[in-house]
C-alpha cells in the first residue's frame, strides 16, 4: 500500500480499537447498576428476548476482539502472499490495497454494530434495529464501492495470457464451487435451525406462534414451510443454468458458457444472503436486490457485446 492508504489503513484500525475499548468501559462503568440478570439479546422490533447473568454482558465485547484480531492477520499476511490474478505488480499492490481497506471496514462495521448492542444492554433500554441496519447498508455500500474501484483499475494491469481457456475453466469450475458449496451450506443451517422457529425467545413457547417464522419485509409471522421457497427457488435457478450449461460447453459457446458462471455465482451468493436474512427475521434490503440485478444486467450486456464483437 501507498503512504496514504496506509494511514487510512491505521486510522480505520484504530478508530475499531477506540470503539471496542470505549464500548467495554462503558460496560464496566455500569456493572455495579446493572442486576445480576439481564436482558442480552434482541428480538427482530429491538426487544430483549433473552435475559442472562450479567456477565454475558461482555459478549459484544468478545465477538468484537474475534473480528479485530481477524481483521489484524489478515491484512498482516495480505500484503506478503502472492494472489496468483494474472496482474502486474502495480495490479497487485492495487488488489491488495483494496482487499485491506474492505478489511478495514468490515473489520469497523462490526465493532459499530456490537458498540450499539453493549449501549443497549449496558442502559437496558431496547435495541434500535433501524440504527442497525442504517449502519449495515453503509458499511456494505462502501465496501462495494471499494471493491468496485479496486476492480476498475486493476482492468489497466492485467497480464495478457494465450491461456485464455484454462483461466475460463478454472472460473467455471470455481463458480460451481461456490455456488454448490453455499447453497449446500445454507440448505444444512436451515435444517439445523428448523425447531428453532418462532426466533423470539418470549414466543418460544406460545402455541399461538407454534410453526411460525418472522417475515420482516411483511411484518407478518407466517408458516416457517415459506423459508423454504428461496431455496427451492435456487435450486430450480442453479438446475436451469447447469443444464444449459453443459450444453453449452458441448456446443462449444465460449462466451455463453461464461455468462452462465457469472449468473451461477451470483444467484449462488445472493441468495446465501437473503436466505440468512429471512431465517434472522430481518429485511431483506433494497440495496442487495438492486446490486444483484445490476450485476446480473452488466453480465448480459457484456456477453451481447461479445457476441456481436465476434459477429463482426
Keep these: 500500500m501507498n503512504k496514504i492508504f496506509t494511514v487510512i489503513h491505521r486510522i480505520l484500525f484504530s478508530l475499531s480499537i477506540l470503539i471496542l475499548c470505549g464500548s467495554f468501559v462503558f460496560y464496566l462503568t455500569k456493572w455495579n447498576s446493572l442486576p445480576e440478570q439481564i436482558g442480552m439479546h434482541f428480538s427482530h422490533d429491538g426487544q430483549f428476548d433473552v435475559v442472562a447473568s450479567k456477565f454475558y454482558g461482555f459478549y459484544p465485547h468478545i465477538v468484537s476482539s474475534i473480528f479485530v484480531a481477524i481483521t489484524a492477520v489478515a491484512n498482516y499476511f495480505l500484503p506478503k502472499i502472492k494472489t496468483g490474478l494474472k496482474l502486474t505488480e502495480q495490479g497487485e499492490k492495487i488488489f491488495r490495497t483494496e482487499m485491506c481497506m474492505a478489511l478495514d471496514f468490515f473489520g469497523m462495521f462490526w465493532c ?16 434500535d434495529m433501524d440504527l442497525q441496519m442504517n449502519f449495515a447498508k453503509i458499511f456494505l455500500a462502501v465496501i462495494f464501492v471499494i471493491n468496485l474501484c479496486g476492480t476498475v483499475l486493476r482492468r489497466k494491469h492485467k497480464i495478457k495470457t494465450p491461456n485464455k481457456e484454462k483461466n475460463q475453466q478454472a472460473f467455471h469450475r470455481l463458480s460451481r464451487i461456490i455456488a454448490y458449496m453455499l447453497t449446500a451450506g445454507e440448505a444444512f443451517l436451515l435444517f439445523w435451525i428448523w425447531d428453532r422457529f418462532p426466533a423470539d ?17 411483511l411484518d407478518k409471522y407466517l408458516d416457517k414451510h415459506y423459508l423454504l421457497i428461496p431455496q427451492a427457488v435456487l435450486f430450480v435457478i442453479l438446475a436451469v443454468i447447469e443444464i444449459i450449461s453443459i ?7 465460449k462466451e455463453l458458457v461464461t455468462l452462465l458462471d457469472k449468473l451461477r455465482l451470483t444467484s449462488g451468493v445472493f441468495f446465501f444472503w437473503w436466505n440468512l436474512i429471512l431465517q434472522s427475521g430481518i429485511k431483506i434490503g433494497i440495496v442487495s436486490v438492486s446490486l444483484f440485478i445490476i450485476l446480473n444486467v452488466i453480465g448480459f450486456i457484456s456477453y451481447l457485446i461479445k457476441i456481436r464483437n465476434c459477429k463482426i
Excluded at 458498540?115 to 431496547?126: D, E, L, T
Excluded at 450444453?247 to 459457446?253: E, F, G, L, Y
Design 112 to 127: 459499530v454494530f456490537f458498540a450499539v448492542w453493549s449501549y443497549s444492554v449496558s442502559m437496558q433500554i431496547p435495541l
Design 201 to 217: 425467545e418470549e414466543l418460544y413457547f406460545n402455541e399461538d406462534y407454534y410453526g411460525l417464522a418472522y417475515f420482516a419485509n
Design 247 to 253: 450444453k453449452a460447453v458441448k456446443s462449444n459457446k
